[in-house]
């Protein structure tokens, strides 16, 4: 049976009036968001809406996702790497427990986690399964960690190093093309029983064309059968 996970990521203060926004139109559709989130040095003040707002949603059945620690230059971040695409085990522990202790300061508790743009190395994956997280998902798929089991599913969306060919030079053409992507490859995955993951950042929320795409392909989704989850249950079931 295909599934639905919709995840949303990058919210902060100034962009959780779209981010509402977006969660409202889903919950009118029945779906459950995945809500990755970035806890970094919470200090009480900063992100304060947001917070209260995830614990909201979290009441309504979204899932809260540990989404890296710090996503800002530093030690662990070269050049353009993701935070944890490069870090050995125990440096990933590391800041792996900071963020938990962050996120514990603010009853957020998880043991879900996506690595920041969706690349863990290899000494991530062994922090995460020695301090008890039950699943990490990546560019390619979901994975559990404490159970073998994993689902191939690549994580759709509008990045441009998603796109699979040169598009229009045209900016309007381009972010059309993109839109038209979204939905048919949604169609595609659901069509063929497959995981469909949509992944919507909050820079995408500023566009109402990218809006729109993303509830259509959930429309696309739920109306040819797929069954709306989140992470904590994606990965339930073993890849054939």
């Not at 710090?70 to 990933?92: C, I, K, M, Q, S």
């Not at 490859?185 to 729109?212: F, H, Q």
Request: hydrophobic content about 50%; charged content about 30%; proline content about 5%.
């Amino acid at each position: 049976m295909a599934r639905l996970i919709v995840s949303l990521s990058g919210l902060t203060d100034d962009s959780l009036p779209r981010g509402a926004a977006f969660a409202e139109a889903l919950d009118a559709r029945g779906v459950a968001v995945s809500q990755l989130y970035r806890p970094g040095a919470w200090d009480g003040r900063s992100d304060a809406p947001l917070v209260g707002w995830l614990h909201g949603r979290r009441e309504r059945g979204d899932a809260i996702v540990l989404h890296g620690f710090d996503h800002t230059a530093g030690p662990a971040r070269v050049g353009r790497r993701a935070e944890f695409a490069a870090l050995p085990r125990h440096e990933a522990g590391l800041r792996l427990r900071a963020a938990r202790r962050t996120l514990g300061a603010v009853d957020l508790r998880t043991d879900l986690f996506v690595p920041p743009r969706w690349i863990a190395s290899a000494g991530t994956v062994e922090a995460l399964r020695e301090q008890g997280f039950t699943m990490y998902a990546d560019e390619s798929g979901v994975h559990r960690l404490d159970a073998p089991g994993a689902v191939r599913a690549r994580v759709l969306g509008f990045r441009a190093s998603g796109d699979r060919r040169p598009v229009a030079d045209d900016a309007r053409a381009a972010e059309a093309w993109r839109c038209r992507v979204l939905v048919a490859e949604v169609a595609r995955v659901v069509r063929r029983g497959g995981v469909a993951r949509i992944n919507v950042r909050a820079k995408d929320l500023r566009k109402p064309a990218r809006v729109e795409a993303a509830l259509a392909a959930v429309d696309a989704a739920l109306a040819a059968g797929a069954v709306p989850v989140t992470y904590r249950l994606a990965a339930a079931r073993r890849a054939a």
